[in-house]
């Protein structure tokens, strides 16, 4: 089992940068491939990016390709995601979450999600 607890949300203007974190508790992060969600008002909850085990692959959603940078320090038990070039479509509550698969981009099959981050990028 692993706890996940995000941090880093806030108001940014357009064109700006951000950083978000993703602290797991347990010795067992390794275990999991750390994906990032996020979900804009009255829309469906969307992935955005995810990382494997090991930190070796990552791989992103179309609409953040070359803007947003996920990556994971196993020594620290966490993932961060770093966002450049913020545009107000990119407002959402963030969220990171945990699957033992060793791909997926489907929130169905990530077992544990953290409360969420609120982004919001005023334009």
């Known amino acids: 089992q692993v706890q996940l607890v995000e941090s880093g949300g806030g108001l940014v203007q357009a064109g700006g940068s951000l950083r978000l974190s993703c602290a797991a508790s347990?010795?067992?992060?390794?275990?999991?491939?750390i994906g990032w969600f996020r979900q804009a008002p009255g829309k469906e909850r969307e992935f955005v990016t995810g990382?494997?085990?090991?930190?070796?692959?990552?791989y992103y959603a179309d609409s953040v390709k070359g803007r947003i940078t996920i990556s994971r320090d196993n020594a620290k038990n966490t993932v961060y995601l770093q966002m450049n070039d913020v545009q107000p479509e990119d407002t959402a509550v963030y969220y990171c979450?945990?699957?033992?698969?060793?791909?997926?981009?489907?929130?169905?099959?990530?077992?544990?999600w953290g409360q969420g981050t609120q982004v919001t990028v005023s334009s």
């Open positions: 990382i494997s085990k090991s930190g070796t692959n990552t």
């Open positions: 979450a945990a699957t033992g698969s060793f791909y997926s981009r489907n929130e169905r099959e990530y077992e544990y």
């Open positions: 347990g010795r067992t992060f390794t275990r999991y491939l």
